[in-house]
């Protein structure tokens, strides 16, 4: 069975500074993963998609996500963060066989600081 | 704005009622799944319905059921609620069985 796994359940920036969210996964074949964000009640958002093309993968409002065979990662980046950056993202891996059921992980609170 | 419906946004009942959660995909997606989200399980995945059909169940309580309907809008049924079952309730949807999922705004429900 697949799974993902947040490596931080906190992470806290200044804005204008870096963004990095820590997803590890687990697999026994290539995974469809993703990158979902949840403002404070809102749905779930997708940022960006990884289905075996480009292992860089480019999202919405400048994030991006590097997907990486060898340490099984999906960590997610933004060069700069902004207020509206403030929400909780979800990594998450798509099931095959019978369906596509999405396994989300544990989620990451991204704080923005001024 | 996903294009995924959900109504409605809020509900509050009382332990051992019933209710109906109602959601309708983006146009011309043929997938619908259900998902909860509590405090202390997460986001948990409760069952899918491809064109009608089930497809796929996860964790889905026995006191709980779905359906899609021709039109492909979906409904997800609740009965004897306990306390247990507040949470928050997201409905998504997708045009095939690989591709990626649009959620809705979800329906929290209380239960007192």
Known sequence: ?114 | DSGVTQTPKHLITATGQRVTLRCSPRSGDLSVYWYQQSLDQGLQFLIQYYNGEERAKGNILERFSAQQFPDLHSELNLSSLELGDSALYFCASSTGVSTEAFFGQGTRLTVV
């Open chain 1, 1 to 114: 069975a697949q799974s993902v796994t947040q490596l931080d359940s906190h992470v806290s920036v200044s804005e204008g500074t870096p963004v990095l969210l820590r997803c590890n996964y687990s697999s026994s074949y290539s995974p469809s993963l993703f990158w979902y964000v949840q403002h404070p009640n809102k749905g779930l958002q997708l940022l960006l998609k990884y289905t075996s093309a480009a292992t860089l993968v480019k999202g919405i409002n400048g994030f991006e996500a590097e997907f990486k065979k060898s340490e099984t990662s999906f960590h997610l980046t933004k060069p700069s963060a902004h207020m509206s950056d403030a929400a909780e993202y979800f990594c998450v891996v798509m099931g095959t066989g019978g369906g596509n059921k999405l396994t989300f992980g544990t989620g990451t609170q991204l704080k923005v600081e001024l």
